[in-house]
């Protein structure tokens, strides 16, 4: 199995950005479409954005379309979640999931193995 575990998180104002990475440990990304998760208090899980390792393929909610970028690095088996221009309304704890190829990527039954979460605040 693969272990997603997620860094990067941290307090920061409005304006500002973060990057968040993923590792894997145990197996690797390579078979694996990832997606970056959050969670804000009192709230439900939400799809933020996702990449195919196979195809190269991005996909992004409307909330945070144009403002965040998933990338990957398949030497360093890594994927990344640049978010620039951070709104108050971003704060949440994200998480990094990856999953065996299906035919959806906004939905958390479409990811079997999840991080731990890494918490982004953002103030005003």
């Known amino acids: 199995q693969v272990q997603p575990v997620e860094s990067g998180g941290g307090l920061v104002q409005a304006g500002d950005s973060l990057r968040l990475s993923c590792a894997a440990s145990?197996?690797?990304?390579?078979?694996?479409?990832v997606g970056w998760f959050r969670q804000a208090p009192g709230k439900e899980r939400e799809f933020v954005a996702a990449i195919s390792w196979s195809g190269g393929n991005t996909y992004y909610a409307d909330s945070v379309k144009g403002r965040f970028t998933i990338s990957r690095d398949n030497a360093k088996n890594a994927v990344y979640l640049q978010m620039d221009s951070l709104k108050p309304e971003d704060t949440a704890v994200y998480y990094c999931?990856?999953?065996?190829?299906?035919?959806?990527?906004?939905?958390?039954?479409?990811?079997?193995?999840w991080g731990q979460g890494t918490q982004v605040t953002v103030s005003p």
């Open positions: 145990g197996r690797t990304f390579s078979s694996y479409g």
């Open positions: 999931a990856a999953g065996r190829t299906r035919p959806t990527v906004r939905y958390t039954r479409d990811y079997d193995y």
